[in-house]
């Protein structure tokens, strides 16, 4: 796992331009009740037992790298299906999946998508398990989650912590939410398990970021609802057809920069950049605009737009509310949109 640097949040000239206005008043304050603080459980090891069954380590071999990758991975069927990320197998020769039980087997790269860091793995014949998996719109700030992995090499390793936030986004990230922690991540965790305090499975472990000067980072998992649909659209069975690729990044709007732009909420999601030929581009998004709607749908954050991408079917008579500057628009993709950027990048043949 590679530590990443905070993001720098899309911040424009216009941003002085509202330091110069000056901010309004802070509203007052009330107390909040006192609450009762959540008795911590005794030990986790009980759900430790019960979510590690699923865990599986991953280790490879890759061409013109020196040393050997290690990560994790888990189970997401009884069938030998594994999700892991996508960049620690990217490349790889040999695959080996070290089971739950020991068991040391190949694994076949079924299918990854780059862009949103999700790999499918197969093993046969498969381990006898049956996952379960918690809800992730379940989760409440401040709950107990476990990772499982391999750091380091130090197999099957567990560290704890609380979710810290929510339906994170981040702009080079596209079209992929993540569940932040303090959940200890080092390399070797990627692709493992987040599990919640009963041992369900509610993410996959992706990276940390890091601030400037080294400082303790976030850590960062991927819901376990988004995973499980990206493995369905990349299994080789898949009777969906692929879903829509926008082709555009995309951010929560700075509040400077709405403030600046003389409006008073920091709502929508701000286009960053457009890719060529694109389904962005022929829907004429272009840098700058403000997403507010999709398809009916309003989009109040970049999550929105993330969710309303995920479960986007069908690219013709797509319409998209945007804000240019002081207009609001209504663009709509032509017929035949539907052939351009559909699929992600998958297969084993990579």
């Not at 089971?99 to 381990?127: N, T």
């Not at 303790?216 to 369905?232: K, R, W, Y």
């Not at 954050?301 to 069908?314: I, T």
Request: charged fraction near 20%; include cysteine; charge should be neutral.
């Amino acid at each position: 796992m590679t530590p990443r640097r905070l993001p720098n949040r899309p911040i424009r000239a216009l941003l002085l331009l509202a330091l110069a206005a000056g901010l309004a008043p802070a509203a007052r304050c009330e107390a909040l009740p006192p609450r009762k603080p959540a008795t911590p459980p005794a030990s986790f090891a009980p759900a430790v037992q019960r979510g590690s069954a699923w865990a599986v380590g991953i280790y490879m071999f890759v061409p013109g790298e020196d040393e050997p990758r290690v990560g994790a991975g888990f189970l997401v069927d009884d069938k030998g299906a594994i999700a892991t990320s996508a960049h620690l197998v990217d490349g790889a020769r040999q695959i080996l999946v070290a089971l739950p039980d020991k068991r040391l087997v190949v694994a076949k790269l079924e299918g990854l998508d780059m862009a949103s860091d999700v790999a499918l793995l197969r093993v046969d014949p498969p381990p006898r398990a049956h996952p379960v998996f918690g809800r992730p719109g379940q989760l409440h700030v401040g709950d107990w989650v476990m990772a499982v992995g391999e750091p380091f090499g130090l197999e099957r390793s567990v560290s704890a912590g609380i979710v810290s936030g929510k339906d994170r986004h981040f702009g080079d990230d596209g079209e992929v939410l993540f569940i932040q922690s303090d959940v200890s991540l080092n390399p070797g965790n990627s692709g493992g398990p987040l599990l919640d305090a009963s041992g369900a499975i509610v993410g996959m472990n992706a990276r940390t970021i890091v601030g400037p000067v080294g400082t303790p980072g976030a850590s960062l998992a991927v819901p376990i609802d988004i995973v499980l649909q990206l493995v369905g659209e990349l299994r080789k069975d898949a009777t969906t057809p692929p879903r829509p690729r926008l082709g555009a990044l995309f951010d929560d709007v700075p509040p400077l920069t709405a403030w600046a732009a003389g409006r008073r909420e920091a709502s929508g999601a701000i286009v960053l950049s457009v890719a060529r030929g694109s389904l962005a581009e022929q829907l004429r998004l272009r840098s700058g605009d403000i997403v507010t709607a999709m398809n009916g749908r309003p989009i109040a954050g970049s999550a929105d737009l993330v969710n309303a991408l995920l479960a986007w079917r069908r690219a013709t008579d797509t319409r998209m509310a945007v804000r240019r500057g002081t207009e609001d628009l209504v663009l709509t993709l032509d017929p035949g949109a539907e052939t351009a950027q559909t699929a992600p990048a998958s297969g084993a043949g990579r």
